[in-house]
């Protein structure tokens, strides 16, 4: 499903003593099937713009237009949407409610109106994906710890089986062994079924991992875009905006004004240089 | 500063195993302690100990010498040892900055004048002066987490205890939170206790406790701890980036030290190398 904004502006609480332009004229396009990734510092746009992608936010100036359904449009199919781009928000623990963790994650395929089997293998695989033990899933939500609950939140929205999935911050509270994880989880999900994924974050090195483009905001604007190595090599540029990239990065330009963004990368580099000397 | 002695704990009696089993840690006047653990590895449960948030089950657990048991001694206890979450949104209370941080020491009834000194002071501490009179809510993540390191330093505590403050910020966000933790260190001689999953926070530490199941499971300055690559990975955790490049050169035959954490001290090593390397070549 591809994923259109056009022009899409947004300001919070418009003509009160606060307002706030949260997004400024962004225009950007993804395409089915893309892994993208959007960075950039607090308050600078993002969960306003994944917000506006699964209908939480009403475009208000500009377009947002998901596979091909126009959310500008005053009686957009907002609940047809909403199953299709699934949205893990920067809190997921205020997403739990339920009894305990295996009917959190059931809560949208039994809402969706699936036969119990079937919810049970949307929960089963959703749980597999992002390392949940069935012990855990017996549990309440509220007797987790944080990580387990960040877990449990997108195997939430994993269980409704989207076509496109947005996750904002989604590895903010988790072990590295967890990040990892659910950072390879989500590629073998890309992989194996071509969903379109859309990952908000802080991790700069999660994002050099995974990505295949990256959209940097801010103030509220797409300033630059790109592969992670041609953006991560101008990171120059993205400390003045309050972000940085990750420490490889700056060791390899900093030893031979070469450009990597990831450790295996450095790797070769350092290994390709020592070895030919 | 605190003592735990064979400290254990369950939440209910359902839980088969121990959430934390007979865990036996001092930390000192004026350390800098980081602590890092799996998920679910007891981070939380253990710390919520050091301001009697929760109460041992076995053990004791001491704070300047007061049993966290004495209820008669809570009000000390929490005086001494202040807490901040992760989440910077649920911990400011107050529509302006200034009543926020002045919030727990109306409470507890500290005059006004000398309110107003502690505010402007805290406030000052963590370089959040010019925000005196801000709403919280239009404060970036890492200015809002200041904001509540501020709201504990107008109670004149001991030490600070910080359960993953950085997990929701943006890197300058982290990087304001970390200094000022360590100035809070050097300057005032304040004790800090950092629970981080992010390793690059941890070697901001002059001391690593590694929790795993429930117990200790390193303990050590972040130099001994991070040398331990593949032990690090077996409990779930990782090494700073730049450490594992070190690690994974090594394995190659590269002949480079293993303890080092930072960009600057992997630039040195790599600079020796290839100068050695083109010293050979000349001659
Ligand atoms: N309120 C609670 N009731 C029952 N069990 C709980 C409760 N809170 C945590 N637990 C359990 O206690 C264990 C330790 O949890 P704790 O929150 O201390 O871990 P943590 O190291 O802080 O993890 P994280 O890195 O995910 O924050 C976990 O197995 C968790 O499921
Ligand atoms: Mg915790």
Redesign the pocket.
């Known amino acids: 499903m591809v994923i259109r904004a056009e022009n899409l502006s947004y300001t919070y609480s418009e003509g009160g003593p606060f307002e706030r332009a949260a997004l400024n004229d962004v225009s950007m396009t993804i395409k089915d099937g893309e892994f993208v990734g959007i960075i950039g510092h607090t308050g600078s746009g993002k969960s306003t713009l994944v917000q506006h992608f699964n209908g939480l936010l009403q475009p208000v100036s500009g377009r947002v237009i998901v596979g091909d359904i126009d959310l500008s449009a005053k009686k957009a199919d907002l609940k047809t949407v909403r199953t299709k781009v699934g949205l893990v928000f920067q809190y997921p623990e205020h997403q739990l409610f339920e009894e305990t963790v295996r009917r959190d994650i059931a809560f949208a395929p039994v809402n969706m109106g699936f036969s119990p089997v079937e919810v049970n293998e949307r929960v089963e695989r959703a749980a597999r994906l992002v390392g949940l033990s069935e012990e ?1 899933l017996d ?2 939500p ?9 877990r449990a939140a997108i195997a939430g929205v994993l269980a409704m089986d989207p076509e496109v999935l947005v996750l904002d911050e989604p590895t903010a ?3 590295p062994h967890g990040r990892k994880e659910i950072l390879a989880g989500l590629l073998k999900l890309h992989r194996e079924t071509g969903i379109t994924v859309i990952l908000v974050s802080h991790g700069m090195e999660d994002i050099a991992d995974t990505v295949q483009r990256l959209y940097v905001m801010n103030m509220g604007r797409i300033v630059m875009e790109g592969t992670p190595l041609e953006v991560y090599a101008r990171y120059e540029e993205l400390e003045e905006i309050g972000l940085t990239a990750p420490p490889v990065t700056k060791l390899i330009k900093r030893l031979y004004g070469a450009d990597i963004c990831t450790l295996s990368q450095a790797k070769e580099y350092i290994l390709g240089v020592i070895g030919r000397a | 500063m605190i003592k735990t002695e064979n400290l254990s704990f ?3 009696n359902e ?1 088969e195993s121990l ?2 089993e007979d865990i036996n840690l001092t930390i000192e006047k004026g350390e800098f302690v980081a602590i890092i ?12 100990h050091f301001n009697a948030i929760l109460l041992p089950e076995g053990g004791t657990v001491y704070v300047k010498g007061i049993d966290t048991r004495d209820e008669s001694r809570l009000y000390d206890i929490r005086q001494a040892v202040g807490m901040v979450f ?1 989440n910077p949104d649920n911990q400011l209370v107050a529509t302006i900055v200034e009543d926020d941080v002045a919030f727990a020491p109306e409470n507890l009834g500290v005059a006004p004048s000398e309110i107003r000194k502690r505010v402007d002071r805290s406030l000052e501490t963590v370089g959040m002066s010019e925000y005196t009179h801000h709403a919280p809510h239009l404060l970036s993540g890492g200015q809002k987490q200041r904001v509540a390191i501020a709201g504990i330093l107008a109670m004149k505590p001991d030490c600070i205890v910080l ?2 403050p950085t997990a929701m910020l943006d890197p300058i966000g982290r990087r304001e939170v970390i200094q000022t933790l360590l100035k809070l260190n050097s300057e005032e001689g304040i004790t800090i206790v950092l ?1 981080t ?1 992010n390793m690059d926070e941890a070697v901001s530490a002059e001391r690593v406790v590694v ?1 795993s199941e ?1 117990g200790v499971e390193m303990d050590g300055k972040p130099r001994e701890i991070f040398c331990q690559v593949e032990r690090l990975k077996a409990l779930g955790l990782a090494v700073p980036q730049i450490t594992e490049l070190m690690y994974e050169l090594s394995r190659e035959g590269i002949n480079v030290p293993c303890d080092i954490l930072t960009v600057d001290e992997a630039y040195n090593a790599l600079s020796q190398i290839e100068n050695y390397n083109k010293g050979l070549k000349r001659s």
């Open positions: 855990i549990k309440s509220f007797e987790i710890s944080g990580g387990q609950k960040r509270g988790l072990d | 369950k939440y209910n839980q959430v934390l653990g799996h998920n679910g590895s007891g981070k939380s449960t253990l710390v919520k992760q359960d993953e629970v999953h929790l429930g």
